[in-house]
Structures are given as C-alpha cells and as structure tokens.
C-alpha cells in the first residue's frame, strides 16, 4: 500500500464530511418541526377528564414518535408529570420532598422540584389497559428479544382486530423461537375464526395442549357456535387435552398452596413447640411474641428506608434478638416462679399478651404498619401457563425449613441442646449433674421465643402488622404442637405440612370457613383416639 | 350503686388493708363526683357521650372517631357552644367487646347523664346497644356504612346503607366497566352476607345468570388467600369481563390484596370494588399492589372542596400530625354532630324526643360540596362515588351518581323487606310499616 498524499487525505475527509452531513438527521431549522408536534400530541395528556385523555394517548401514539414509547412507560408508572404553570410535561422521580424532573423533549433536566408545583398526570384502569397494549404494539419490533417476549404475551391477552394485523406481519419476521411461538398462539387463535376449514382444523391442531386462557375460550366458543362437525370434534379433542393438563396443573398447585400453608403453620408453631413442647409452658403469649418480630421488621425498616431488600434480611436477627430478649424477662420475671402450675401460667401469659397488645398500641397506633415488600419477593415464578408459584411463598416455604433445620441442630448438636435434653428428661438430675438448670430453662425460653420473632418477619411479609397478628396465630401454633406430639420437633414439621395441604385439599370444595371447622374437628377427634399426638416422646420424661 | 360495689369489694379482697383502700378510693371518686357535678350544673353543660371501642380488635378504626367527634365538640364550644351552654364530652372505653357495648351505653345515658351518644362500628355492637337506647330513649348517632334492615326511633344513621355504596357500586362495573361475571366476597359475618344477598338479588334481577356469580365468604382475619385467588382467577379467564365485589372486613384485605398482586391479577384485568377499604385502611399498608381498585363511598380525602380542605386543615391541627387522613366514617360524625347541633337550637331543648322531631328534615353541608338532609327513614342523602386506589393511598374519584341518593332502611331487592317503609314523623310514626298489609310490626330491627 502507498500513502497516500496529504492532499489527497483532505479530499477523502472532505467526501467523507458531506457525505456524512447527507446521512445525518435533518438540520436544527428542520428538526424543530416534528419536535414542537410531538410537544404539543404529549402536552394534551394534561387534560383532566378521562375520555379525553384516552383520546390523546390515541393520538400520541399514532403520531409514530420514536420518543413515544418512554412516555407511555411513565405514565403507566405514575412518573409523568406537567409543570402547573406553562403545562409543560416532565419526568419525575421521587425525592425526599419533592421530585426530581427532566422534561419529556429535549430531556432537559430541571433540578427538584416541590410536590404543588407539578401535579402527576393520573391513569384509570381503562387508560391503564390502554397504554399497556400500545406498548406492546410498539415494541413488538424491539431489538430486545425479552421486551418482544413481553409485548407477544400483553398482545396474546388481548387480540384486538389491529394487533391482529400486527401479529401476522410480526410472526414472519421473528427470529427468535420463544417469541415465535407465542405469535403463533396467538395467530393460530385469530385463525380459528377465518371460515377456512383447513386453516382452521390446522389452527385447532397447533392450540392443542395449549394453555393459555384465551386459547381455551375461544376453542369453547368454537364449540357452541359452529355448525361443522368435524370441526366440533376436533375442537372438543383440543379442548380435552387442554382439560386435562389443566388438571394436573391445579392439583400441583394445590399441593404448593398446601405446602406453603404449612411452612407458615410450622414457623409460626415451632417456637411454641420448644417453649411448650420441650418445656411444657403453656405459652399464651408466643403470638404476640411473634408480633414483636413483625413490629421489628417495620422498625428495621424505618431505620433503613432505602434498602427495602437487605431491611428484611437484617430483620431476621434483629428480630431473634428482641422477642428473644422478652422472652427471657418473661420467663425469668414471671414464668418461673409458675412451674408445675398450668393453670396460673395459662392466666399468666395471657395477661402478658394482653399487656404486649396494649403496649405496641400505645407505641406504634392502634393502627396497621406498612412494611414494604422487597422486590424479589414479589411476583411469581411462571412454571407453564396455567401454573406460577409466588416467589414470596416459595421463600417462606426455605425460610422455615432453614429455621427448622437451625433448631435441630441447637437441639442435638450443641452442649445448650444437650443440657436443654438433660433438663426436660430428668431436672433433679440434670442439677446433680451440674447443669445450671435455671439458666438453661431461660435460655430455652430464650430460644423459643427467638423463633418467634423471627416468624414474625416472614409473616410481616404476608399479613398486616398490628396489635391483632398474634391472636390470629396463637390457636394454630397449639394445634400444630398438640397434633405433632409434644416435645418432638419431626412431628411438628409432619403436622404443619399435613394440616397445611389437608387444609387446602378441603378448601376448594368446603370452602375456608368450613375447611377450618373440618381440621378442628378433625383433631379433637384425632386426639381422643391418640392424646399424645401423631409421634409421642418415648421413656421417662413422658411419664412424669 | 356505689355501696355495693364496695362490699363486693369488701368480700373480695377479705384485707383489712384492701377495704380500707377500697372505702378510700369510694369516698374520693363519691366526693369528686358531687363536687363535679355541682361545679357541672354551675356551668350548665350538655353532655355528649363518646362511645367508640379504644381497645381491642376494633380500636384500629374507632379511636379516630373518638378523636373526631372530640374535634367537633372543641371546635362547637369555640363558636360559643349550643344555646350558649358549653358541651362536655364524656369518653367511655366498650373494649371491642359487644355486650359491653350495652353496659357502656346503660352507663353513660343513666349514670353520666348524657344528652346524645356519638358511637359504635359493627353492626353487633349497634344491635348490643339498640335496646338500651329505646328503654331509656336516648339518642345514638351511628357513623359506619351498614347493611340496612333496620330503623330505630333512637338511632340516627349517617353511614351509607347498601343503596347508597353496594349497588351504585355494581351499577357502575355493569354499565361503565362493562363486567359480566361477579365474584361476591366477603368475611363471614351479618354486614357482608345481607349485602351479598342484596347484590344478588340485583344482580339476577338484571339477567346475570347464576353461574356467572360466585359467592365466597372467609373467616374473620383469613391470611391465607391462595386457593380462593386461584379460584378467582380460574372463574375469571372464561373469556368475560369479571370483577370482585368485596366486603372482605379490615385486617383480611392487605394479604388478600397482596396475594392477588402476587398471582399477576391486576386491576385492569379482575378489579376489586371494595366497601371496607378507605384512606385509613390504607396508610397501614404498602398501596403498590392496590393501585387501580376501586372503593365506592360517599366521601374521600381526595374530593376537592372547601369544606373538605376547612376539615383536614382542622384535623391535622387538633391531632397534631399532618400525615393522619381522613375518611368516610369521619365524615358521617361530622355531619351527624352538625346536625344534631343544629336540631338542637331548633328544638330549644336536648330532650330526646324534641331533637328526634327537629332532626328530620335538617340539611348540613357535606364535606364533598354537596348537602345532607336527615330523611324521615334516620337515614341521609348522600352522594356515591367510585373512586380509584392510587400508589400514595389516596383514592381519586372516577364516578360519582349525578345526584344525591336517599338511604333505604329496608331494602327493595329482599323479599322479607320489599314492602316495608320506615317514617318517623306523625302520623305514621313506624320503623317498619308494610305497604301491602298497612300494619307497623312495632319491632324495629
């Protein structure tokens, strides 16, 4: 290769120059054009009335702005503002008071702003559902494959006579396979309506085992309204091995819900099953022990507003920590001087969960807490179509078996667990041996309690924090600990689980108040026949 | 009274000590008590009795009503009072506990002496104190939205009965959201299963067949949601526009809520139109999974009106925390305390059966623009508004009825209560009087 000459270097640049003002964009006189029509098509979303505003979206986005998609994702999200004076559209996001804001055109950013000088442009469900399809719409030719994933589906829900059009152009395009087949669904579904038989017998053939809800509606419908037989027999084929699957599906489904049901039963009755079970203290007040624990996941929260996610997991011990350390003053404050006394511990502890319930009252309101949900608990983990599993339950479901796991190891693992063994089996003669048995007895108490609490930060992720959430659990954890057989651990796990999806299976067909009445009734009759439970402790200590 | 609460006192204790602090403890609270109410008479006040739960299950709703019915009385005796005698509130604590309800109520009316009571939230508790008032005809303002089927001479019902919440409610989902199937849910108790059976009755009034309703009740805090949301899914993906019309009660909404966030339901595909959830409801629970439910009441925080922003301004200062909301039953107080003191200057007098006649017939401001008149039934006028849930708790109005709606006692769509009206003015005079046999039962709920 020569080099070239310097002349020659500059007349290549020169080329190169205007050929790059060709292809660029359109000069800043001609720009402005289209940017102050798309200025105006977003500034008629301030409009207050719902119809009207329908009717700018519509308008926005049949305007074909690249920028379009962006705003409609903000004002689903509630980040869409205007500038009361001037009515000029921004982005927010959330500051300590007030928000931070950049214009829509041009993105220019404004600094903070306070919450009366913009006001949010508000969404209906209609505009909701609105925006969610334009969306879809618009980015079913999205260079990302994940966004076209979502905006198939969104379509797929929703087969409008537009998004048809969309989806048979689109399906031929797509390369990926994922996306593809759920264009397809849904192209399969609009041809079961062409008259085409052949189109349709071959529409019926790929729905078939399909599970989504809309595939299934419309076979049905084809089912009652047509007038060709073989058509309804292929339809009503499909539609059997739709049926089918679905069975299957919901019956696994009711297994999770049953599983998941349990894991709450068994966290919220483990606790109890060491202060009860191994110690035999009618512990009246292990709910709102628990309830301490939820109180603690609010305060942890407090404490750390910005980090929602990690909150939660500092909760665990902080939790173990407080209801721990009540449980200690109680047991060392009141319940000892009760032991061999059933009756006055029973009144006793009451009188302490009431005083508990009180005084979160006095300190926290009568009223609910809020504790937010990090955002890898929500949401649910898509296994098919027809079945999902929350991701909340599905941790819970780990929590617990980890809490469960944590205490068996304390119990036969550690010098604690084994003097906490040698205690309840023979105290005069643990003491003889040595073992401090009044500050094992608080340590236990310590431990039972601890569990509790940390019950507790799961359940603030399911149920309301208030003065009320240990009541709702107390009779659940005695029966769980009563039907497990007192003092054994495995029965407890065994027993939460099979009242959990027993419990469940009843539901469907019972319904949930009778359901609760049935298991009720079920151990009451369990118990006369084995009053020691599903798996009774064995030698000398079940004999005193 | 006294002296035998001291002997029971006596044979309790068995101390020598104890007595001697019980006699004590007598003599001072007998002594405090006359030289109250001799400094009382002096000032000549109008008692007003607070009869609101402070602890317990239900003092999550009712203490702020105490707190609100306090606000008025402070707020009256600043303007100068009622006939120019101040009014002194009188604050006993029921407990959540419903026969205990009626004790509080025997004791305020008989012992304390009060002119009016301002209380009660569930339906049980109205029931409890329902004949105490009519023995000793004394007269109670109810604030709470309730199923109806009922009217009393001595009862005052500001809340919204089921014609003015439950079935514009449905009229709204029927004609504007264009729903087809219903799910009826609700906690198992009297308020959700009248309305329920209600709605049903409208509902198959209007076509809807028996298979596109469901009907689902749980038992009082449920927190486990799962089968039923599933269920609720299942019977919504039949190809049909379905929405849930819940009277689930407080505590059991927020993993109900959460549950169906969770399960991917959102408010555009199954919304939830509930009669139990407003702005104090709210602030205790994180509002992102609710955003696009739907509430239907007669008031919110949201409405913008000069009256509505008079009373927050006022609430935040007598409560002395900005964040605090306000909502519907705080409404009904309000309007209920304006217009007893109005009806009271009417009558000249506190005597319970003058106000009753001055009441009828009174108008007072609402707080969402409009105006309140106490009909002949005790029951209100009031507007009906659909509103959304926001991400901030706050629930803005997207419908509302074109006019005021006049509260029914006893519902149209129930065949027990078809044929009966209730008016309270001469000469009928009669809670529950049969249209069709022209006879007053004479029992009133």
Same mark, same amino acid.
């Given at each position: ?48 009335? /719902? ?47 007030? =928000?931070?804001? !950049?214009?829509?055109?041009? $993105? ?32 079913? #030719? ?28 689109? *399906? *031929? ?7 593809? #087949? ?170 302490? @969960? ?15 807490? +809020? ?14 179509? #027809? ?65 509790? $609490? ?10 309301? %924090? ?13 029966? *769980? ?64 | ?16 000590? /104890? ?35 402070? @602890? ?6 009712? !203490? ?59 339906? %049980? ?7 105490? &008032? ?21 009862? /005052? ?9 439950? %079935?514009?409610?449905?009229? =709204? ?9 219903? %799910?009826?849910?609700? !906690? ?98 994180? +509002? ?11 008031? /919110? ?16 200062? &007598? ?21 007893? +003191? ?30 309140? !008149? ?30 005021? *709606? ?9 065949? $027990? ?15 529950? =009087? ?12």
């Amino acid at each position: 290769m020569t080099r070239l000459s310097f002349p020659a270097c500059t007349v290549l640049a020169l080329i190169t120059c205007v050929l790059l003002a060709l292809l660029w964009p359109p000069s800043p006189a001609n720009a402005n054009q289209p940017d102050d029509r798309f200025e105006t098509v977003v500034s008629g979303l301030s409009v207050k009335n /719902f119809k009207k505003k329908s009717i700018a979206v519509e308008r926005l986005v049949s305007s074909g702005d690249p920028r379009t998609v962006p705003v409609l994702q903000a004002m689903l999200k509630g980040q869409l503002f205007y500038i009361k004076s001037g009515k000029r559209m921004v982005y927010g996001s959330a500051t300590d008071d007030g =928000y931070r804001v !950049t214009t829509v055109v041009g $993105g220019e950013v404004l600094g903070e702003m306070g919450k009366r000088a913009i006001k949010k442009v508000s969404v209906n469900n209609r505009i909701r559902k609105q925006l969610r399809s334009a969306i879809a719409r618009l980015s079913l #030719a999205d260079p990302d494959p994940e966004v076209r994933l979502d905006a198939a589906r969104e379509l797929l829900r929703n087969l409008t006579p537009e998004a048809a059009e969309l989806v048979r152009s689109a *399906v *031929v395009d797509e390369p990926r396979d994922k996306v593809r #087949a759920v264009l397809e669904t849904g192209l399969a579904i609009l041809n079961l309506d062409s008259g085409d038989q052949a189109e349709q017998l071959a529409a019926i053939a790929s729905l078939d085992g399909s599970l989504v809800p809309e595939a299934r509606n419309r076979l049905s419908l084809l089912v009652e309204e047509t007038d060709d037989e073989t058509l309804r027999s292929a339809a009503l084929a499909s539609l059997k091995g739709i049926e089918s699957t679905l069975r299957w599906n919901r019956t696994a489904e009711t297994v999770f819900f049953g599983i998941s049901l349990g894991s709450v039963l068994l966290l919220a009755a483990i606790g109890l099953s060491i202060t009860f079970g191994v110690m035999g203290v009618i512990n009246m007040a292990h709910g709102e022990l628990i309830m301490l624990g939820a109180y603690t996941t609010y305060v942890v929260q407090l404490l750390m507003p910005n980090h929602i996610g990690l909150s939660v997991l500092v909760a665990i011990p902080a939790a173990f920590c407080v209801s721990g350390l009540f449980g200690i003053v109680i047991e060392r404050g009141i319940i000892r001087f009760l032991y061999g006394r059933p009756l006055e511990t029973l009144l006793a502890t009451f009188g302490i @969960s009431l005083i508990l319930q009180q005084l979160v009252r006095t300190i926290f309101s009568p009223l609910n807490r +809020a504790v937010s949900t990090p955002p890898w608990m929500s949401g649910s983990l898509e296994i098919n179509g #027809a079945l999902s599993l929350t991701y909340n339950r599905l941790y819970i479901i780990v929590f617990s078996l980890m809490a469960f796991l944590f205490l068996l190891v304390i119990l036969k693992r550690t010098a604690l667990g084994l003097q906490v063994r040698a205690v309840t089996q023979n105290r005069q003669m643990a003491r003889a041996m040595g073992v401090r048995t009044g500050r094992v007895d608080a340590l236990t108490f310590g431990l039972g309690s601890g569990i509790a $609490g940390v019950a507790g930060v799961a359940l603030s992720q399911l149920t309301n %924090v208030g003065p009320n959430l240990g009541q709702t659990y107390i009779i659940d954890s005695f029966m *769980v600990v009563v039907f497990g057989g007192v003092g054994n651990l495995w029965g407890t796990l065994v027993a939460a689980m099979s009242l959990g999806v027993a419990n469940k299976l009843a539901e469907p067909w019972a319904g949930a108040v009778l359901a609760k009445i049935l298991i009720l009734v079920f151990i009451i009759l369990f118990i006369q026949r084995r009053p020691r439970g599903l798996f009774p402790q064995k030698g000398r200590s079940a004999e005193h | 009274m006294k002296s035998r609460d001291n002997h029971v006192q006596e044979a309790a204790s068995g101390s020598a000590l /104890f007595t001697r602090i019980g006699r004590l403890a007598a003599g001072a609270a007998l002594a405090s008590t006359l030289l109250f109410s001799a400094v009382a008479q002096a000032a000549d006040t109008i008692k007003v009795g607070v009869l609101h739960s402070l @602890s317990g299950t239900m003092a999550i709703s009712e !203490t702020t009503l105490k707190d609100t019915v306090l606000m008025m009385i402070d707020q009256q005796n600043k303007a100068g009072g009622i006939m120019g005698k101040r009014l002194e509130a009188v604050v006993v604590d029921p407990a959540s506990n419903w026969p205990l309800f009626a004790e509080k109520a025997r004791e305020l009316i008989e012992k304390k002496k009060v002119d009016v009571v301002f209380g009660c939230w569930t339906s %049980v508790s109205r029931k409890s104190v329902l004949p105490v &008032f009519e023995e000793l005809n004394s007269l109670l303002f109810y604030p709470v939205q309730y199923e109806g089927e009922e009217s009393s001479k001595n009862v /005052f019902y500001t809340g919204a009965s089921p014609n003015q919440q439950a %079935v514009p409610a449905v009229d =709204y989902l029927m004609n504007e959201v264009d729903v087809k199937r219903w %799910v009826l849910a609700g !906690t198992d108790y009297v308020y959700p299963r009248t309305t329920n059976k209600i709605l049903e009755a409208y509902l198959k009034a209007k076509g809807v067949k028996s298979s596109d309703i469901m009907i689902n009740y749980t038992p009082f805090g449920h927190s486990d949601w799962q089968s039923i949301v599933a269920d609720i899914k299942k019977f919504g993906s039949k190809g049909k526009k379905t929405a849930v019309v819940s009277t689930i009660n407080g505590d059991a909404n927020v993993p109900f809520y959460k549950e169906l966030a969770n399960q991917g339901i959102s408010a555009e595909d199954i919304p939830v139109v509930a009669f139990s959830v407003g702005e104090e409801e709210l602030s205790g629970l994180d +509002a992102e999974p609710l955003v696009g439910h739907m509430a239907a009441w007669n008031y /919110f925080m949201s409405e913008e009106s000069d009256a509505n922003e008079d009373f927050i301004k006022s609430w935040h200062k &007598f409560i002395k925390n900005k964040k605090r909301v306000t909502n519907d039953p705080m409404e009904a107080t309000y309007i209920g305390f304006k217009m007893w +003191a109005k009806a009271v200057e009417k009558a000249g007098t506190t005597k319970a059966d003058a106000v009753q006649k001055a009441m009828i017939g009174i108008s007072v401001p609402n707080l969402t623009g409009g105006i309140a !008149t106490m009909m002949p039934n005790h029951h209100l006028t009031k507007p009906v508004l659909i509103g959304e849930i926001q991400d901030d708790g706050q629930i803005e109005t997207v419908w509302q009825t074109p006019d005021t *709606v006049v509260g029914d006692a006893w519902s149209d769509y129930l065949p $027990g209560s078809k044929d009966l009206i209730s008016d309270w003015r001469d000469p009928l005079h009669c809670g529950n =009087y049969n249209v069709k046999t022209g006879k007053c039962s004479g029992q009133n709920f």
